[in-house]
């Protein structure tokens, strides 16, 4: 997942497919021209946002990408991020699934 970011932090928007599009340039050379975020997934959330994310409105962009951070930005509530040096392992799919729990066969 890729994140856009404001100058303060804050997440813009979160897509599956590489943000900002970078117009009239070549997509293998648009990280010449601007920064790209990946994402790690790690959220906390206070008691009351939880408690009335039934009320959120509904979001064409949550069922668009398939990410329920969406419903948030788009109701107005505010998503802050810091920067995480190093990789992680991405768990999207049953593969990634299956070496993420070799992974933690390994540590234990």
Known sequence: MKTLL???GRALYFSRSAIPHVRD???S???QHTSYWGHVGMYGFRGDVLAGWDQLPWSPLE???RLEQLRLIEAGHTIATFKVDGTSLSV???EQLEEARRLADCLT
């Open 6 to 8: 404001a100058h303060d």
């Open 25 to 27: 340039i070549d997509p």
């Open 29 to 31: 050379e648009w990280h």
């Open 63 to 65: 069922d668009l990408e």
């Open 92 to 94: 999207d799919t049953p």
